[in-house]
């Protein structure tokens, strides 16, 4: 008689040292799935030779590709720059993995939207990116889905946030702890998304296996930033108040898609249950996210 051998399951981690890169390392870890945490300097999406090299000397079961240009209004001004990551970055990623038979999770933004619409987004809706930044993460996703159709799932997110990095829950809760008086827009639609609980939903997509789709990757409900913010502060009410105001008193570079509300039938058609609602997931990593920003 012989032994089944058990497959050990190894994630290669691409731009794995972001909010979403370390909150999908904690979830992998206490799912006691092996993973490879991969930053620039170890594998550069911008380099296809780097990526096989860390393919090659990883031997992944699946790939995660979080590696991205994310500063929208820098991107206005460094296009190319730009689209070097975002979009033939991508597709360095996608060759490898098909190349190697890898199936590759993509993860893409709501700024290829331009936001007009009053009614949640469907993954077939059509795109229109305001932005250079919006536009670069669109070829991304096309050159990802030709480069390796069969195995790659794009997930399209919004309004991420969580304990690590630079993000607009940790800069709230900062300036909630030093009393400040706080003015945040309140006439743009988003849904508010946990990068916890985003890596749990990444893990269960993986787990399901699904055909190569396009999913939504948010939280249920919807809310303005100024709910958003408002959310956050609130447990500490006697640091600093938050006002609403609109849009236009905050000049910015790069246009913002003003509703970015997405849908998630996909997931449900997948047999995956969908994201929890925002205020619930916001809830779990509160503290932590108050933790991250003492002195």
Not at 70 to 76: K, L, R, S
Not at 160 to 168: A, R
Not at 181 to 191: C, E, P, R, Y
Not at 256 to 269: F, G, K, Q
Request: proline letters at 4%; aromatic letters at 8%; one cysteine or more.
């Amino acid at each position: 008689m012989v032994e089944a051998t058990e497959v050990t399951v190894t994630w290669l981690l691409l731009g794995a040292h972001g909010q979403l890169g370390r909150s999908l390392q904690d979830v992998l870890s206490a799912s006691k799935i092996e993973f490879v945490a991969a930053g620039r300097a170890d594998a550069d999406i911008t380099d296809i030779a780097s990526i096989e090299n860390r393919v090659k000397s990883t031997t992944p079961s699946v790939m995660v590709n979080m590696a991205a240009w994310t500063d929208v209004d820098g991107a206005e001004s460094h296009r190319d720059e730009a689209f070097l990551v975002n979009a033939t970055g991508s597709e360095n990623v996608a060759k490898i993995a098909a190349k190697y038979d890898i199936p590759l999770v993509h993860i893409s933004t709501d700024y290829v939207f331009d936001g007009t619409q009053t009614t949640p987004y469907k993954t077939d809706d059509t795109t229109n990116p305001l932005s250079v930044y919006g536009a670069s993460k669109l070829q991304g996703e096309l050159l990802v889905q030709a480069a390796h159709p069969h195995g790659s799932w794009i997930v399209r997110t919004a309004w991420l946030y969580s304990q690590y990095g630079k993000n607009f829950s940790r800069t709230i809760a900062r300036k909630g702890l030093a009393g400040d008086n706080l003015s945040v827009v309140n006439d743009s639609f988003g849904q508010p998304t946990s990068a916890l609980a985003l890596a749990r939903q990444i893990e269960a997509l993986v787990a399901a296996h699904p055909p190569a789709c396009i999913f939504h990757g948010t939280n249920a409900g919807k809310a303005t930033w100024f709910e958003f913010a408002s959310a956050i502060v609130d447990p500490i009410a006697n640091h600093g108040s938050v006002t609403p105001v609109s849009s236009s008193a905050f000049p910015i570079v790069a246009a913002r898609p003003t509703y970015s509300v997405l849908d998630h039938a996909e997931w449900t058609a997948c047999g995956i249950a969908d994201m929890p609602h925002w205020r619930d997931s916001l809830e779990e990593i509160h503290s932590a996210i108050f933790d991250s920003v003492k002195e």
